[in-house]
């Protein structure tokens, strides 16, 4: 009983510390009311550890190292993505050893390796009671996973689910609580993918044209087939000048940038995410398809090869390269980019790396090296896709040498006025690129945006001080929606100049593409997005808005709202496509003759007319979207 107390009263003390000062430190905890629960949860935790433990010391130790590391990662994302730990973090969390280096390195290694060792030394081998315990958390572990679903109901009826706010639903259950109810959601996801009649009622409701033949496609092909196509990819790249707060010295953006952004009509990319995960915004630039997870797609969401626009492009003769200076694997690149179809991979094994801001190639340096290995592709033989996406403009923004501080803010937020300088070298260092790929290249289309918006500090930092973003999701208006994925976005049509396309949804630059080299071919590059939509779309983890000219919806998921039923039934048709073409069974691909069978159905029954339908069969086709 002694013993028992002294463990439990540690995990008390433990978890007051804890919460306390990552709360005074970072302003992450749960919401007060919350507080019992989480607390029983580790309570809970630490019985079952203490029952392995081979002494209170032994378990003080293996509590405080495991606990910590779990919540100090939770708060840490917290706090700069604005969302807590979810089960897909742990599959992608290999990736940050290919991102860091130095002491962020070996404290990454230390939080995941110290509370491994710390339960093995902690285990008391050979007492019954530990093997017993071990026991209990396998049984529970597989019983959650033979039927997550009745979890998953079970806990959101008692601890509740905010669909479109996963640090509202952190704050109101706890860390414990959180990572299994999300766990249980997250097995319970992992249906069969989609049989062959709903993918044909999800093409049907978007009224999309299905992909010919691709053996017909390649057939087109003769000669030269179409002007170049350069797409270039900017990490973290944003107009920090609404940052009234920040007191900026001056605008980072190059004039001569401004200019031509203003030509585009100051339009903006929709990304799908905010402040990382860029490759969800290259999986929309290249498929288009929106993203609306929390987790990143190439990482185990793309098991199949598909006529992405690389591949679509490839059909018709082009050659298609991404370059990208950062570790080949990062986010699975090495088989994602094979899968959507390009012929050449450039990572940083590829290139000199002599202008380094920190651990990041500097713009200036790819672009040279890019240009210099594409230069004799430019002036004719087989037409060329370019995709180039930046490695310098990385949290936390460093600069070398070479690229002083030239602008100062106000503000006590180092990282706005680091940005501010990262910006001031990125949008020169493009803009003398592009006057240079012009010149060489005249004719050729160029799509240049943001993947996301910049980390400015803790739970939205410099947005936060600037009225630009609440501090917290539950917080946001309708428009705070839009400011948190919105980035710059240019779009220049050879000799025609920049392109005023409006706000876009990144998925649809794919299709945009296409209509800009008169590429005609049924694709899905087409089934989301067309360059004649009047409403667009965009899909976010929990939430999607929609922007019609001037007029903004938001739709949080869990929640009717009056306007919300058309587009509500576009992303749950758009959600079936894409789980049947990227690790399906593809049935969209093949569509085409059964599509026309029942579009000829359909019209023999219009014939036929309603009088011959019986009540029954009426009644069904009443709430057809």
């Not at 089960?87 to 070996?106: T, Y």
């Not at 940083?348 to 920190?358: P, Y």
């Not at 496509?577 to 029942?598: C, E, I, S, V």
Request: glycine share 8%; charged share 20%.
């Amino acid at each position: 009983m002694r013993e028992w107390a002294w463990a439990l009263g540690l995990v008390t003390l433990w978890y007051l510390l804890a919460q306390t000062g990552i709360a005074f430190a970072l302003g992450v905890s749960p919401e007060a009311g919350a507080w019992l629960r989480d607390l029983c949860a580790h309570l809970f935790v630490g019985g079952l550890l203490f029952m392995m433990a081979r002494s209170v010391m032994h378990f003080a130790l293996a509590m405080g190292v495991l606990f910590s590391a779990f919540t100090v990662s939770n708060a840490i994302k917290l706090a700069v993505l604005g969302g807590p730990v979810m089960p897909d973090d742990f599959v992608a969390a290999k990736n940050l050893f290919l991102l860091l280096d130095g002491w962020q390195l070996w404290g990454s290694v230390a939080m995941l390796a110290l509370p491994l060792a710390g339960l093995l030394w902690m285990f008391a081998w050979r007492k019954p009671r530990a093997w017993l315990a071990l026991a209990g958390v396998v049984l529970a572990v597989a019983a959650v996973a033979k039927h997550p679903a009745l979890v998953v109901g079970w806990m959101d009826a008692r601890f509740g689910d905010w669909v479109w706010n996963q640090r509202g639903n952190y704050e109101m259950r706890g860390l414990p609580l959180h990572l299994v109810q999300e766990t249980a959601r997250n097995l319970s996801r992992r249906t069969q993918p989609p049989q062959m009649v709903e993918v044909d009622e999800a093409l049907m409701l978007l009224g999309a044209k299905p992909p010919g033949s691709l053996f017909k496609a390649a057939m087109q092909r003769s000669g030269r087939a179409g002007r170049n196509v350069h797409m270039i990819v900017l990490e973290s790249f944003w107009d920090s000048l609404p940052l009234k707060a920040a007191g900026l010295s001056a605008d980072p953006l190059d004039p001569a940038f401004r200019k031509l952004w203003k030509a585009a009509g100051n339009a903006r990319a929709l990304s799908p995410v905010f402040g990382g995960y860029t490759a969800n915004a290259e999986f929309e630039a290249l498929c288009g398809f929106p993203v609306q997870t929390d987790a990143v797609f190439f990482e185990g969401r793309l098991r199949r090869d598909v006529p992405c626009l690389p591949r679509h492009l490839g059909e018709v003769g082009y050659r298609s390269v991404a370059s990208h200076p950062n570790a080949a694997p990062f986010w699975n690149r090495i088989n994602a980019y094979r899968r959507v179809g390009f012929e050449q991979y450039w990572s940083d094994r590829n290139f000199v790396l002599d202008d380094m801001n920190g651990e990041f190639l500097s713009d200036a340096s790819l672009y040279r090296q890019v240009l210099e290995r594409i230069g004799p592709e430019l002036d004719g033989g087989r037409p060329l896709f370019n995709y180039v996406l930046t490695y310098f403009g990385h949290l936390d923004y460093p600069l070398n040498e070479a690229r002083p501080p030239v602008i100062t803010a106000a503000t006590d937020n180092s990282l706005v006025s680091a940005y501010a300088n990262t910006v001031y070298y990125k949008s020169r260092e493009l803009m003398h690129f592009l006057t240079e790929l012009r010149r060489r290249d005249p004719d050729a289309i160029v799509v240049l945006f943001g993947d996301h918006l910049p980390s400015l500090g803790w739970n939205h930092g410099g947005y936060a001080e600037s009225g630009l973003l609440a501090a917290s999701r539950s917080e946001f208006d309708d428009a705070m929606f839009r400011t948190l994925v919105a980035t710059p976005l240019i779009v220049i049509d050879g000799r025609r100049g920049p392109v005023r396309t409006g706000d876009l949804p990144i998925y649809a630059l794919p299709a945009l593409v296409l209509d800009l080299l008169g590429d005609e071919r049924e694709t899905m590059l087409r089934f989301a997005a067309h360059a004649d939509d009047v409403v667009r779309v965009r899909p976010l983890p929990g939430v999607h808005f929609t922007v019609e000219g001037k007029a903004l919806t938001v739709c949080r998921d869990g929640e009717a709202q009056i306007g919300c039923e058309a587009s509500s039934a576009w992303v749950e048709a758009i959600s079936v496509l894409k789980r049947d073409l990227f690790n399906g069974g593809q049935h969209a691909l093949q569509a085409p003759d059964r599509l026309r069978r029942l579009q000829t159905v359909e019209l023999e029954v219009e014939e036929l007319g309603s009088d011959g339908l019986d009540d029954g069969i009426a009644n069904e086709t009443d709430n057809d979207v």
